[in-house]
Each structure stands twice: as structure tokens, then as C-alpha cells.
């Protein structure tokens, strides 16, 4: 199992273009979660898909966009990017079912840099 | 989600037991203490949590005092791999929300 995994790794934007990062994960998860984590601080959650088909916001929304494709696959997505979103982003799954609950597998993290 | 206070660093002799403190004194009944860490660079990853005996497993054990408002993890023989930074947090279990994570300790192990 590859688990959680994240593309692209690193991505450098200009101010004002769009990207969208990819997360997938292979372990039947119904639970997908987004965070972001500045420099030196926690991970921050931008917003979370409970299940197939639904979406809910986090602490750090605005500027952000989400699809939960399938059960696998939850993008995330910068209309316009600005410098403040420079960040690391970490995307997770869990299965909130299993018996050890809340037991969230994270990926490798995008490093996003925005000029 | 109670609020957690942990200590900014701490450090340990490799093959010397970690114990890493964490006080969560407005814990509720129904919260769980969750511990994960995050070796630089890399996304965090789970190591145990507890309600309220004490838990073991092949990382870790967790000790939660009785009165649930503060708890220790427990490396029992540090490795220069175990530097990173730990992570307490407290929640209920079940549903699908965030984990809030603080500050947490950076703990490095000495050779």
C-alpha cells in the first residue's frame, strides 16, 4: 500500500495563478482531511470531507476550494494564489469506523512557494 | 477540544528512556489524549492515545494520570531517529474532524 500520497512535491507560483494540489490514498478511507503548516507552527486544517460526496470547512478556509472526487482522491485548489499561502500542505486520511478512532495517516506534504 | 500545554523542547541521551509531559487539565469525559510527532519535513505520524489506563505499543506508552488532566509519553529507549517534534491533543474519538495541533515539544536526541 503506497498509503497517502501527495502531487506535485514542490511548486513555486507567481501571484494570481491557480494550481490544484492532488492527494490520494489507497486505504478505503471515508475520511479526508487538508491542513497547511507555516513555518515554525501546527498544522492548520483548511477543510475536511467526512465521506464521499460531502465537504465541510476548517479553521482556514477562505482562499480555497475542494473536490472529493471519489473516495480516494480529494483536491485541493488556489484560484489565485498570494504570498500568504506560502506554506507546506499535508493531506490525511482516516477511517473514523475503525477501533482506533481518529487515527489520521498523513502524506508527504506539497511545498508551495508564491512570489 | 480541551486545550493542551506542553513544554518547547527537551532534550535526551540516545538509549535513555523520553518522557515527554503534557497537561490537559480541562479534559472531558469523553476526550481522548492522542500523541503524534513529525520528523522534520515529513507529515505527522500517529504514535498511541489513551482515555484513561495506561497504553503500550511497539513505539510508546502513554501514562495518564488519574485524574486525566495531564499525561506522559514515554519513549522507553531514544534513538537519534525519535528527534522530531510530539504533539498532545485531546479530543473525542468517532467522528471525522481535526486534529488541533499545538506547539508541541521538539524533543532531540543526543548521541
Known amino acids: 500500500n503506497a498509503g497517502v500520497t501527495q502531487t506535485p512535491k514542490f511548486q513555486v507560483l507567481k501571484t494570481g495563478q491557480s494550481m490544484t494540489l492532488q492527494c490520494a490514498q489507497d486505504m478505503n478511507h471515508n475520511s479526508m482531511y487538508w491542513y497547511r503548516q507555516d513555518p515554525g507552527m501546527g498544522l492548520r486544517l483548511i477543510y475536511y470531507?467526512?465521506?464521499?460526496?460531502?465537504?465541510d470547512k476548517g479553521e482556514v478556509p477562505n482562499g480555497y476550494n475542494v473536490s472529493r472526487l471519489n473516495k480516494r482522491e480529494f483536491s485541493l485548489r488556489l484560484e489565485s494564489a498570494a504570498p500568504s499561502q506560502t506554506s507546506v500542505y499535508f493531506c490525511a486520511s482516516s477511517d473514523p469506523t475503525s477501533p482506533n478512532y481518529n487515527e489520521q495517516f498523513f502524506g508527504p506534504g506539497t511545498r508551495l512557494t508564491v512570489l | 477540544d480541551a486545550k493542551t500545554t506542553q513544554p518547547p523542547s527537551m532534550d535526551c541521551a540516545e538509549g535513555r528512556a523520553a518522557n515527554l509531559p503534557c497537561n490537559h487539565s480541562?479534559?472531558?469525559?469523553?476526550?481522548?489524549v492522542y500523541w503524534y510527532r513529525q520528523i522534520h519535513s515529513q507529515g505527522p505520524q500517529y504514535i498511541i492515545h489513551?482515555?484513561?489506563n495506561n497504553e503500550t505499543n511497539e513505539m510508546a506508552s502513554l501514562i495518564i494520570t488519574e485524574d486525566r488532566k495531564s499525561s506522559t509519553l514515554i519513549l522507553p529507549h531514544a534513538t537519534l531517529r525519535d528527534t522530531a517534534v510530539y504533539y498532545c491533543?485531546?479530543?473525542?474519538?468517532?467522528?471525522?474532524?481535526?486534529?488541533?495541533f499545538g506547539s508541541g515539544t521538539q524533543l532531540t536526541v543526543l548521541p
Open positions: 480541562t479534559i472531558s469525559g469523553n476526550e481522548y
Open positions: 491533543i485531546v479530543r473525542v474519538g468517532g467522528s471525522a474532524r481535526q486534529l488541533t
Open positions: 489513551g482515555l484513561k
Open positions: 470531507s467526512a465521506s464521499e460526496g460531502t465537504t
